[in-house]
């Protein structure tokens, strides 16, 4: 929030008193106005990546100066997840990974966010981060290792503060036991 008029400005993180609020007081610590009657105040709220995703200016009016602050109902968009995918290097669905296996993990949803994957139980796949490599498009890369071993790996997708674990995948790096008694 800036006070355009007095050059004040206050940041916070949206909700911390109650979610998806944020509260605003016309008066410092010594309990003297910061605002008066007339005053251009600019209100915005920017997403975890730092993009403006709503933003309003407005002049205070006497109402708002008597009371002592400033109602405002900004609507945010809410980060959707519209897609989630992984495939082999050669574009197919993997049915069962084997360790050395290059997998590409795809997400679509809201564009300008944070993204990653985690795979239930592989330690190289906790919080992977997801590219964005087109607006809304999120892209990640990852060789199978040995001992990557998952027989109902959920694939959790996160997009700000969405998940999607709507698909598994099997990765059984073990080698085939040895055979005895030719």
Do not use: C, H
Not at 45 to 56: F, L
């Amino acid at each position: 929030v800036t006070n355009t008029t007095r050059q004040l400005t206050a940041k916070t993180v949206l909700g911390l008193q109650q979610r998806g609020k944020f509260a605003v007081i016309f008066t410092n610590f010594d309990g003297q106005s910061v605002v008066g009657i007339g005053d251009q105040v600019s209100i915005w709220v920017n997403n975890q990546s730092g993009k403006t995703v709503v933003e309003e200016a407005y002049q205070v009016s006497d109402t708002e100066f008597r009371a002592g602050r400033s109602i405002r109902d900004l609507q945010i968009e809410p980060v959707k997840i519209t897609a989630v995918g992984v495939k082999l290097a050669d574009g197919q669905k993997p049915t069962i990974v084997k360790a050395g296996e290059a997998l590409t993990f795809e997400m679509t949803g809201s564009a300008d966010q944070l993204a990653s994957l985690t795979v239930d139980g592989i330690k190289g796949l906790t919080d992977l981060p997801l590219k964005e490599v087109t607006a809304g498009k999120y892209q990640a890369n990852y060789t199978v290792q040995p001992g990557d071993n998952s027989t109902d790996g959920i694939l959790n997708f996160k997009l700000s503060n969405q998940t999607n674990s709507s698909q598994q995948l099997v990765i059984d790096t073990t080698p085939p036991a040895k055979l005895t008694n030719l």
